[in-house]
């Protein structure tokens, strides 16, 4: 019943900038924590960045102080801004949600992923 779906997704050069978006859509009770992970080819999934549902972030070390993730609850939506992307910030960017269902269950959603490739 719920969804997320990721955008933004773009080539850019290094030292450039990209802003992804994600909206979840369906019914549900509430939103919690949302996060960004991402995923380059042949490593492990790993957390980008979180925003808590009081609106505390937390960052990688990779990418504090040129990503910033921000939500607009009004939305159900969650952003990351990225600036002076780098060749290593390459990958497949996954949203993902903590979300309270309908039926009073917290389940965590993911989106189906948004490739984000940064060229030198």
């Known amino acids: 019943q719920v969804q997320l779906v990721e955008s933004g997704g773009e080539f850019v050069q290094a030292g450039g900038s990209l802003r992804l978006s994600c909206a979840a859509s369906?019914?549900?009770?509430?939103?919690?924590?949302m996060a960004w992970y991402r995923q380059a080819p042949g490593k492990q999934r790993e957390l980008a960045a979180s925003?808590?549902?009081?609106?505390?972030?937390n960052y990688a070390d990779s990418v504090k102080g040129r990503f910033t993730i921000s939500r607009d609850n009004a939305k159900n939506a969650v952003y990351l801004q990225m600036n002076s992307l780098k060749p290593e910030d390459t990958g497949v960017y996954y949203c993902?949600?903590?979300?309270?269902?309908?039926?009073?269950?917290?389940?965590?959603?993911w989106g189906q992923g948004t490739q984000v490739t940064v060229s030198s």
């Open positions: 369906g019914r549900f009770r509430s939103i919690n924590a």
């Open positions: 993902a949600a903590q979300i309270l269902t309908i039926a009073n269950v917290w389940n965590d959603y």
């Open positions: 925003i808590t549902g009081g609106s505390s972030t």
